[in-house]
């Protein structure tokens, strides 16, 4: 019998409910005063443990939590990382010239590690507030741009491995829409009056492919992300949402696609398979969009 996929979803979120209500949370005692070594799951059960009747916490919230947890990160990480192949078998340059740059920068004596990455995000959210006191250190990953400006450049060394997964995420949108925002009070945006209590809810893959932020947005151009000094710009996509309820799994998601998909540049070669699927686009939509059956080819370098 073939199931829906709406169904299949069902099973699978009772199955991973049952899973971490069984196996994870039995064996997870709270340490008593113990809030920072346990991590999430440890501090939540001590606020449990506490009784306090004011709380709104509940053993089942937590387990829903880590549920949509467990269930994100094992659905889109697999997505985003087809996509990228998907994207670079089909330009090969592009492809190339990634490698290139973890050959020139890592070698092969070693893997890509996050510190390759040197995360340009934060850096990004730090210089923004450094220039408003204007502090400079000689110790800080940034290059003045002139002795008589307060700009900043972030320097990433595997800056062109970040841009191309950063297209990948903005040309794909594997999540098209952001979650429901509310409106807290009466306001208007570009003209439109927005009542309080509006629900809100952002169309992230028209953003991304609006001209008149992009230009070109259905060319796969990663050097769009790079500026003309050879510097990464602020990136402007939002791959994983926007507002207070942004994606709770993007630091640990960029922090595993950019590890894999540079280990993998680094030790293979990729190509597209004669005869099989695996045109870039040719997705199935949805909540999460995702890539149609593709096939490769790989060979170590």
């Known amino acids: 019998m073939r199931l829906d996929n709406s169904i299949k979803f069902c099973i699978l979120h009772s199955a991973f409910c049952i899973i971490v209500r069984q196996e994870y949370l ?19 059960l001590n606020i449990l443990n506490k009784e306090d009747k004011s709380q709104t916490f509940s053993k089942q919230q937590l387990i829903m939590m880590l549920v949509d947890t467990l269930i994100a990160t094992g659905s889109t990480i ?30 092969t004596g070693r893997l890509v590690t996050w510190d390759d990455r040197k995360n340009p995000v934060l850096l990004m959210f730090i210089a923004e507030r450094a220039e408003r006191i204007a502090l400079v250190s000689t110790d800080f990953p940034f290059a003045l741009l002139s002795s008589n400006s307060t700009e900043f450049r972030i320097n990433c060394s595997l800056l062109y491995v970040e841009a191309v997964i950063r297209e990948v995420m ?10 429901f925002h509310r409106a807290v009070k009466d306001t208007t945006l570009g003209g439109y009056t927005i009542p309080a209590d ?21 060319n796969f151009r990663p050097e769009r992300f790079i ?3 050879g510097a990464l710009i ?9 507002g207070h309820r942004v994606c709770p799994g993007e630091t640990y998601s960029r922090y ?14 990729f190509f597209a398979v004669e005869g099989e699927p695996s045109k870039p686009g040719d997705d199935l939509p949805g909540l999460l969009i995702t890539p149609k059956e593709c096939w490769l ?5």
Not at 201 to 217: I, S
Not at 297 to 301: F, G
């Open 256 to 269: 595993y696609v950019f590890g894999l998909t540079s280990a993998l540049l680094q030790t293979f070669n």
């Open 170 to 179: 903005r040309i794909s949108s594997s999540l098209p829409f952001s979650v």
């Open 297 to 301: 080819r790989y060979e170590s370098r």
């Open 198 to 218: 509006t629900p809100i809810v952002t169309n992230l893959a028209a953003m991304h492919h609006d001209p008149d932020l992009w230009g070109d947005p259905d």
């Open 78 to 107: 697999p997505t985003v990382i087809t996509q990228i192949f998907k994207y670079l078998i089909h330009h090969p340059r592009i492809l190339k010239k990634a490698q290139d740059e973890i050959d020139r920068v890592v070698g």
């Open 26 to 44: 039995k064996s997870q005692d709270a340490i008593p005063g113990d809030d920072a070594g346990g991590g999430y799951v440890n501090r939540y």
């Open 227 to 229: 500026d003309e000094d």
């Open 234 to 242: 602020k990136d402007m996509s939002l791959p994983f949402g926007l």
